[in-house]
């Protein structure tokens, strides 16, 4: 019943920048729906399982989004790291990262559908009620629309910063 | 970082009496939903996880639900299977399964508020875009206000019984 399949669980786990604060800032509640996914689903079996790292970048409204290539981008320091950790025997788990550019939503929806995981990790914000009203459709649209099963982790409230401009 | 925590990862499992056929009958969904979670998160970490199985029950709308506690439920018979699953050492994940009556939502969001698990694991039915309006509500409002992350497996399609009233 519960034996090893062959091939690991493939998780992909969403991270987008900071809503407020813009690209190529991270979004905090990004890296907390990592850290839960390692700390309560991976645990320690690491051969069990897949990571696959989907950064997605929202382009500036203007258009102009030239200056962010000549640095290079936090977005891609990310990668880095996450390949880092992959990378590092003492984490072991296989994994994969890249970057598409778009609609958080849209684009999340269609790598679903291309690489097909197991399950999606979205990070939400873990606001009050008054706020659900303006943010959370990322993961809401997701859940509904995305090809297999997906779990949003919200962050307590907590971890989230008194300064929006710091999330 | 990948490290095994002390404590195994709580897992609350809701089941629910298929809704058209009407309790004592279980929807097939919500077995998918069981089996999901063993195949893709468990998997050979038995020991890293607890299950916790809700079965809830709900009340005939008439209020006359007398008749179903003079027969041994199916859902008594569905925990003792969960529960043998559970002592059998080929499985050999830790669990409780229990039973509530009441509105499926309410019922599981309060659980999850009692037990705290660290996450919460649902069916839902795979349908098209036309039946999703009339499905699909306990697990949304679970993921929008259960105090834990929650996935909703969904069911292929080709699972779902041609006969809505075997569902």
Not at 107 to 114: A, L, P, Q, S
Not at 132 to 143: D, I, L, M, N, Y
Not at 154 to 164: F, G, L, M, S, Y
Request: glycine share 6%; net charge negative.
């Amino acid at each position: 019943m519960a034996a090893e399949s062959a091939d690991p669980t493939r998780i992909l786990v969403a991270v987008n920048q900071s809503t407020i604060k813009g690209y190529p800032h991270a979004s905090i509640s990004r890296s907390g729906a990592f850290e839960w996914t390692v700390k309560k689903i991976i645990r320690s079996n690491t051969s069990g399982f897949k990571l696959l790292f989907l950064h997605v970048q929202v382009p500036d409204e203007d258009g102009f989004d030239d200056m962010d290539s000549i640095y290079a981008s936090p977005a891609d320091f990310m990668i880095m790291k996450h390949r880092d950790r992959i990378k590092d025997s003492s984490f072991g788990v296989a994994g994969e990262a890249w970057v598409k550019k778009g609609d958080p939503k849209e684009i999340i929806c269609h790598e679903v559908k291309r690489v097909q995981p197991d399950f999606l990790v979205l990070g939400s914000r873990g606001l009050g009620p008054f706020q659900k009203v303006f943010v959370g459709t990322v993961s809401e649209f997701c859940a509904k629309h995305a090809d297999c099963p997906v779990i949003a982790i919200k962050r307590n409230v907590a971890e989230t910063p008194q300064d929006p401009v710091e999330d």
